[in-house]
């Protein structure tokens, strides 16, 4: 019986301000110079600007399992784009205490939430209803989503219970719904969006450009068919010389083969150069030849 590769497990080398963050990619398929010239970091070099984000996904039918998110890889990846790094996602039920607390606190604490979830036409739609006892207003039914409701003749019953996503918290901004359905809202830094992926999508793309943006993550990734230990002291070390960029390794099966996706991070494309560099000749010096990978 052939023996078993062993197993290893994600390693990341965190700097003392890490940016542990879904970001924009760069393809490398160049091979790096075999002369490193590396520099010292100034202290007094001024700080990339960060703005961050909490995602709040909410719903029971998450939790349960019965349903899987898909929004959350779809927000990180747009807010990266923009310039705005997720910081925290949290999934949590429909319950009215745990959605007020939890948006009055990430409220405070990151520069946008989003949430997802909870503001649909039946009963356990408490989403909009929260948000307003968060933020301590009324809720009202916003004339404009109103209108798009009434627009499309339903049965009295029915429309009774659509009207329910017109609600929204007093002073509230919409937030356009491209596919033409109810509109969600924001109030405050509190973005609230659909459960729904494809009308969370079309949500989310009408808030491009509207949105304060800091430095915009990049990233950079090599393949080397070793094991995380292999190379974990060399990674170490690097990420003690380059403070600034997030190292992490990721292992993987291939082909019957054990290898290691080191990816890094960073909004300074000549430091994220440097970086790679130094990792493919460490990659090297452990004895095997790295390959240029995409992220």
Not at 81 to 91: C, K, L, N, P, S
Request: hydrophobic share 40%; net charge negative.
């Amino acid at each position: 019986m052939a023996r078993q590769a062993p197993v290893e497990y994600g390693m990341r080398f965190l700097p003392p301000r890490a940016l542990p963050i879904i970001c924009a990619t760069k393809q490398r398929t160049d091979h790096p110079m075999t002369e490193l010239h590396t520099t010292t970091p100034n202290a007094d070099m001024p700080q990339a600007e960060v703005v961050t984000a909490c995602v709040l996904i909410i719903g029971n039918e998450i939790l349960s399992g019965r349903t899987q998110d898909t929004n959350l890889n779809h927000i990180a990846s747009c807010l990266g784009d923009w310039g705005i790094r997720t910081m925290r996602a949290e999934v949590i039920p429909d319950d009215a205490d745990t959605i007020i607390e939890a948006v009055r606190r990430t409220s405070q604490a990151f520069d946008y939430v989003f949430t997802t979830g909870g503001i649909g036409p039946t009963h356990d739609d408490i989403t909009a209803e929260c948000i307003a006892r968060a933020f301590n207003v009324d809720l009202m039914i916003h004339p404009e989503i109103e209108s798009r409701i009434l627009a499309l003749a339903a049965p009295p019953e029915v429309m009774d219970s659509r009207m329910l996503m017109a609600r929204v918290p007093e002073g509230a901004r919409l937030i356009d719904n491209p596919t033409g359905g109810p509109q969600g809202f924001a109030i405050g830094n509190v973005h609230v969006m659909a459960g729904i992926p494809r009308v969370m999508q079309a949500m989310l793309s009408s808030l491009e450009g509207t949105l304060k943006g800091g430095a915009i993550v990049r990233s950079r990734s090599i393949i080397a068919y070793l094991g995380e230990s292999t190379i974990a002291t060399a990674l170490g070390e690097i990420q003690s010389d380059f403070p600034a960029v997030d190292i992490g390794s990721y292992p993987f099966m291939r082909g019957g083969r054990y290898g290691t996706n080191l990816i890094m991070r960073g909004t300074d494309d000549a430091e994220l150069d440097k970086v790679y560099q130094t990792i493919w000749m460490a990659v090297r010096t452990a004895g095997v030849e790295p390959e240029a990978g995409s992220e």
